[in-house]
């Protein structure tokens, strides 16, 4: 594990591009390590350690991030963590094991790139994949309902099927990326005056910016084209203390929804209001049929975090299979296009070791593109791949120990009476209503596919008094440009007042559009239709030492 540094300074290297410009940063701590585990103010002995016992790390340096938790140790997974630790690290090519089975297109090729630091990921101004530290996910969906170029019907907000649902921007050659960069364009316009003035009542003043994502028809190499197209951007979040999330109780989740409904309207996929419990699109089925209610990403797209974004991840961000995921990430639309290209067809052709030759003729290879990149071809004996599954199930098992293995840092400085005022604001403007501050876990009896228990165990966390603050719930804010279909799950705000030092950046909210944390609070009041928009103005109102505060409380927690 990770220990807890008490050096005045240190010197830390990042690594930030694959063209190994260094960024040097000096590490200082700031808290006294004398009050750590006692009870200070307003704060209880227990909220230093915000994953528990067996989640936290005393770690809160710039690799902070990384730690694995004293559940990970004392189960004896220290070496699996290291192991998992690598497939997350490094990138992935076409054919050198263990880190081989790359494409034939993908998403990034490696986790960490999405991941800086294991955090957040950075705003960018411009569409690049390879740039380490985009963890832009693009979200080209269909604003309104119609009918696509084949004839089919499609709902408002739903995702556009001629891509994948984490689009593609790279491919192997001789193929061409599902969407070429280069017709992607993101620019920042400064919002103008929303419901709450640019200039604080003592005189401060902030500003506001938002992402404006477009993609030229000419980028999608698809057949047909999407039509009727809208993009947005939504950036990764810090995955540590994932695994802790995953043992909070479905039990807790649903009082959660109950307590708060009442209060604010729920998404409706997600909250039957009349039968007072989960809809019936809260549940997702996992691999072996299993029900389970969703609770990770923005969206609320997942459930157990071992069928979540990163065992999807690891898949499709990649296109690496694995035992239990033998087909490809692709799309129907993909296949056709590179079936259809005369270059891509002139280049198998030319290569008497393609495996898209079929039988040498033009439309011999054009219909072998067709079937092999098509999503619904069992890749098993795809030669391309040269091996039934290119991720094995001990390597995949090892992630998975790393994924769930992950700590959360302890709190810092909450001795400090600005820390302690802040929490009070906090606490009084109604703040942890959404970001709720602490559950308490479960037996954390996991759910696992049978690839991953054949294996062995996973970390686990029973029982522990956990300080994510969130409420595990989907609102709405109103801001411009805002996340496809308006819901987002209320973040955690645990170990996010690391992620400068971890990072490089402190980009906040689901697209980056926030620099700083005043302003992340303030676009949750940009709107008057926003449920956190009463909140908001109350913070709004504050002098400027009491802001500080709040900013101060949550950074340090």
């Not at 810090?238 to 649903?254: F, H, K, Q, V």
Request: aromatic share 12%; with cysteine.
């Amino acid at each position: 594990m990770k220990q807890l540094l008490l050096l005045t300074s240190l010197a830390v290297c990042f690594s930030c591009s694959d063209d190994n410009n260094l960024i040097v940063q000096e590490y200082v701590p700031t808290d006294d390590a004398s009050f750590v585990g006692k009870a200070v103010g307003n704060f209880s002995k227990e909220e230093w350690f915000p994953g528990g016992e067996l989640g936290t790390s005393d770690d809160v340096s710039p690799s902070s991030y990384e730690a694995p938790t004293p559940a990970t140790d004392n189960q004896g997974l220290t070496q699996n963590f290291k192991n998992g630790e690598t497939f997350f690290e490094r990138n992935f090519n076409i054919s050198t094991a263990p880190f081989s089975g790359l494409g034939p297109a993908w998403v990034r090729q490696s986790c960490i790139a999405c991941h800086p630091g294991y955090g957040h990921g950075k705003r960018q101004t411009i569409y690049r994949a390879n740039d380490y530290g985009n963890g832009y996910l693009l979200v080209v969906y269909h604003p309104t309902a119609g009918t696509d170029a084949l004839g089919n019907s499609y709902a408002a907000n739903s995702y556009v099927t001629e891509v994948t649902g984490m689009p593609q921007t790279k491919a192997a050659e001789p193929f061409l990326p599902p969407i070429d960069e280069s017709g992607i364009h993101i620019s920042w316009p400064e919002a103008a005056e929303g419901a709450l003035p640019f200039t604080f009542p003592d005189g401060e003043t902030y500003s506001l910016i938002y992402p404006v994502v477009t993609i030229d028809p000419e980028a999608f190499h698809t057949s047909p084209v999407p039509t009727n197209y809208e993009c947005r951007i939504e950036s990764t979040i810090g995955i540590y203390g994932s695994g802790l999330l995953d043992a909070i109780t479905e039990d807790d989740l649903r009082e959660q929804y109950r307590a708060a409904a009442p209060y604010c309207e729920l998404n409706p996929t997600m909250w039957d209001k009349t039968a007072n419990d989960f809809a019936a699109s809260a549940w997702y089925t996992l691999a072996d049929g299993t029900k389970a209610v969703k609770r990770f990403t923005y969206a609320l797209t997942r459930a157990s975090l071992q069928d979540g974004a990163g065992a999807n991840a690891i898949w499709n961000i990649t296109n690496v299979t694995r035992s239990d995921r033998h087909k490809l990430y692709t799309t129907d639309a993909w296949a056709r296009a590179m079936s259809e290209t005369p270059s891509v067809i002139d280049a198998i052709l030319a290569d008497p070791t393609s495996p898209y030759r079929g039988d040498g003729t033009r439309e011999g290879a054009a219909q072998a593109v067709k079937t092999l990149l098509s999503p619904t071809t069992d890749q098993t004996n795809n030669l391309f791949h040269n091996f039934a599954e290119e991720m094995k199930d001990r390597d995949y098992y090892d992630f998975m120990v790393w994924h769930r293995g992950l700590a959360v840092p302890r709190a810092r400085n909450l001795q400090s009476e600005e820390v302690q005022r802040g929490k009070k604001l906090f606490e009084e403007m109604g703040c942890a209503t959404c970001h709720r501050p602490s559950w308490t876990t479960g037996e954390d009896n996991y759910w696992a596919p049978e690839n991953i228990k054949a294996q062995g165990a996973l970390p686990k966390y029973p029982r522990q008094v956990i300080y994510p603050y969130t409420d595990m719930l989907q609102h709405r804010l109103f801001m411009l440009n805002d996340i496809r279909t308006g819901w987002c799950r209320t973040t955690p705000l645990w170990g996010r007042g690391l992620s400068l030092q971890n990072t490089g950046a402190d980009d906040r909210l689901h697209d980056c559009r926030a620099r700083n944390v005043i302003e992340a609070i303030m676009w949750h009041g940009y709107s008057r239709e926003s449920d956190a928009f009463s909140t908001t103005q109350k913070f709004y109102n504050l002098p400027k030492a009491d802001r500080d505060a709040v900013v101060a409380f949550i950074n340090a927690i």
